[in-house]
């Protein structure tokens, strides 16, 4: 652990830690760079070693990681001890073969092995013994890892072109001795004696199972949802468009489905997300066994799927995707004393030369799942233009393009609202931002006309990162001034929330900008954290580890178990604005309020009240015990002015 978040650069030798650095930034970036390349590096012990550094781009956690791996380069003077026709190894120099980790064989000017050292024998399975006078191919095969097809003996090919021969990638060594297979990287090369005769070739072979494994297993993961094992939507996408791709050149006939899962919230609420998730990995599994092998299924959300028909014609999808809503209508999901019984709705839409872009697929796609929806428990809608339905829905679709040219023309518009506390000056949140957009014409929105449609349309990662990035340049300018011990509040989605890359991003911020995390203070919904409970721990976690604040947001209007939120390093639980609504008067909301803040106390968690509209409102709740107040009555949200 005492490597976790340092760089690579920083742990070789400083004459080494520009070249490595610069060849991890542009394989990272893709550009031209070395693929192996060599240093030297000083062991725990002071023994100077020479690495051979290899980097393999590998999909990790919805982005780009490199899997380096660094072997020890026999050193020159192995060929010298290896030379053969009367040039006999001295004894010592066999022993220093023999107690090498890395496999060793030697062959003679015809290819017939001479010496294999214990490393060599372990992976091949066969004793040195047993082996003399052999071919490689006699005690081996070699294989490509994707395909098995046989791949040349590489012995061979460094005799006949007296050049030394790499297997570096995919290879795989199957033993004829024990059938035990092993992924390996393998470099054969001519060896000279002192006149430059070719007298044979020496073999050595590194054994990179575990680390092939490792990369196996990384791509998977950042490729698949890791509750129910389906493609992530990251991986759909990328599916998607290959289908795209393949309609707009008349390849075939396609179909995107769209899946929304019926009553999942009542399971979620009745038994909490522990019941929630087994009962999508069961889903999962229905949906899977309801399409072809050649077909994909995806988990895009919460409770939203989505399966990709390859090379089907739309009335072939239409009967795949009756089948699938009779499956699930009639599956019954059992959690202890209960028994649930769910819905899902489907929208079609035909992937064809005249298809869309992927977003505006997917924006039909999910606009005939409303539709399907809309008609009712296990429905199947197609996505059809003309279709009235579908009319009326039209201006959530047209958000889509609105809300990516907003984006692209940076016409969001940051607002904040005063957060008071209500008994001196004791730190916490000083105002809380807010996000406006103004339409093609200049005008504002509220964000009660946008929000929907982002969250629909999946864009509330983007409106986030645009949030914090101009939050963060406003508070490092002056604009935003924040007063001393005193924090600005930045919304998180439950969509953000989900997007592992969101943390790496922040953090970033925090670097560039110059912020001090002590001047931040996060707020996620109740809901979001109970759907996205292992991001949230670790968005959480890391952040407030920094020095970040975090407030519950929306508390108790979900229905939240507090047995994972007390858990979450939190700071400050927001009431939801429905209970202050009326408060002085409404005995209701007054003992829910109070019922919240004996909560917080246990939990060590302050109050702040939003939406405190008047002075009745802001009386009630300082004298119920809240600790900030937020609202009309205290300030109304006034636009930021940031330099252009």
Known sequence: MELVGRKLADLVPPEYAELVGENIRRRLAGEPAAERYEIDMVGLQGQVCRLEIASTPVAYDHGK?????????IPTQTQQQLRLGGEAAAEPQLLALRSLAEAIIATDKEGRITFLNPAAEQLTGSAASATQGKLLEEIVSLVDE?????????????????APVNLSRRALLLSRANGHERSIELSASPIRNSSQELIGAVVLLHDVTELRGLARQMSYQATHDALTGLVNRREFERRLEEAIDSGHRGDGQHVLCYLDLDRFKLVNDTGGHVAGDSMLREVAKLLRDAV?????VGRLGGDEFGTLLIGCPLDKARQIADDLTRSVGEYRFVWKDKIFNIGVSVGLV?????????????AAADTACYVAKKQGSGKVAVYSARDEALARHTGEIQWLQRLQGALRENRFQLYHQVIVPTHGDDGGPALEVLVRLLDESGHELHPAEFMRAAERYRLMGLVDRWVVQQTFTAIASGAMPVPARRSVAINVSGQTLDDSQFLEFVVECFDSSGVAPAQVCFEISENAVVANLDHARRFVGVLHGMGCQFTLDDFGSGMGSFSNLK??????????GSFMRNLARDTVNQAMVGAMIKLARTLNFKVIAEQVEDGSAVEAARRMGVDYLQGYAIGRPQPLQLAA
């Open 65 to 73: 990681a490199l899997l380096i791996t660094g072997v020890e380069i």
């Open 146 to 162: 994707t395909d098995r097809r046989l791949l040349s003996d590489p012995v061979h090919q460094a005799l006949t072109s007296g």
């Open 292 to 296: 072809r092998d050649s077909d994909t």
């Open 350 to 362: 035909e992937i064809s030369r005249e298809s869309g872009t992927l977003e505006e697929l997917l």
């Open 567 to 576: 858990n979450l390093p939190l700071d400050y639980l927001k009431i939801d």
